[in-house]
């Protein structure tokens, strides 16, 4: 199914949500796993083999009932989990284990588990490398929704080093398609899906809700953590009402905090708190100005574009997000190998958080 013709391609944008925006978006096929729908298996913690609630579309399990970790302490990671080089050679998430892995081995395998003393930060330590001329306006280009229309997505890797790119953790083959982004030069984040405004969108399975138990956020925050390896953070797919909410913010940014992890706002919600929150957690963040494709239309993302060169030489930074429309790709296409010639510099999230 073409990205244009997907409810993901109009998911961010719920502050212009209206009646009639509503009634077109529900008309349309998702590209979301819907509940009941079987998808691979991802490794959970060590202490537990459930699957979260809400991933098979089984009724929810209490939170007291899911399995968390034993301690809420510093968990170590085996260093060569958060290596700053990515391999070649990633193989696919989904492939078959002849054997279920060992307790040691899954907890090894965790990405972003809380650090031990003295670690490197993920967000440092998976930061994709750039050199940034002093006083020269910086650009950072985000790619949401990625891993689940694979053309799109390998047309989104080919983009210049380095557009950060932000993969859904419930498309499939997320460590191949992730391994290959990061080989080609650019950051990753996990586009972690929160509960909108209104009953008409789906965030897909597993998402973070805002009237559940804090244990059953960290469950599922849990889940979406280890999908794939590699990233430096997260940012939020859809979240109109779980960014506005502090007390489930507050949950999740003692998470990022304490796995060393950054948060880039998609600011979704004219309300929204979440980088406010995460800031207050000490967790380094930054806000999205900038949608590009709003209006998926080539000639209003360019406009967009413009906007966002203005914001940059005003400001000295600005923040893009994008999507994987056709028209989206073409522009930046386009647009990108302009950036030195206009005295501007291209720099994935890390550089930009605050």
Do not use: C
């Amino acid at each position: 199914m073409p990205y244009a013709a997907s409810r993901e391609a109009f998911s961010e944008f719920e502050p212009e949500r209206g009646p009639s925006f509503s009634a077109k978006v529900a008309a349309l096929p998702t590209l979301g796993v819907k509940p009941g729908t079987v998808v691979e298996t991802p490794h959970l913690p060590a202490t537990g083999s459930a699957v979260p609630p809400g991933l098979t579309g089984q009724t929810p399990v209490p939170a007291a009932q899911v399995p968390l970790p034993a301690s809420n302490g510093p968990q170590a990671v085996a260093p060569a989990t958060l290596s700053a080089a990515p391999s070649p050679a990633v193989p696919s998430s989904s492939a078959p284990s002849s054997s279920a892995p060992s307790s040691s081995a899954q907890v090894a395998a965790l990405p972003g588990r809380a650090l031990a003393p003295g670690e490197l930060p993920a967000w440092k330590k998976n930061a994709a490398a750039v050199s940034l001329a002093a006083g020269v306006p910086v650009i950072g280009i985000v790619i949401d929704d990625l891993g689940i229309d694979r053309r799109r997505t390998a047309r989104a890797m080919r983009l210049p080093a380095p557009v950060t790119l932000a993969f859904l953790p419930y498309a499939r083959h997320l460590a191949e398609q992730a391994g290959r982004a990061r080989a080609g030069g650019h950051e990753i984040l996990v586009h972690v899906p929160m509960e909108p405004e209104g009953a008409g969108a789906d965030p897909g399975p597993n998402p973070l809700l805002a009237g559940l138990p804090a244990a059953e956020l960290r469950v599922r925050l849990d889940w979406m953590l280890t999908r794939f390896p590699g990233y430096v953070g997260i940012n939020n797919h859809m979240g109109s009402k779980f960014t506005s909410d502090t007390g489930a913010m507050d949950v999740i940014a003692a998470e990022l905090k304490a796995r060393g992890l950054l948060f880039l706002d998609s600011r979704t919600a004219k309300g929204a708190i979440a980088y406010e929150r995460a800031r207050a957690a000490g967790v380094p963040a930054a806000v999205r100005q900038v949608f590009l494709d709003r209006d998926p239309a080539r000639k209003a993302i360019d406009a967009e574009l413009a906007r966002l060169e203005a914001l940059a030489r005003k400001q000295g930074h600005a923040i893009a997000i994008g999507h994987p429309h056709d028209a989206t790709l073409d522009a930046l296409e386009a647009w990108l190998p302009t950036l030195a010639a206009k005295g501007l510099q291209l720099a994935p999230v890390s550089a930009l958080v605050r």
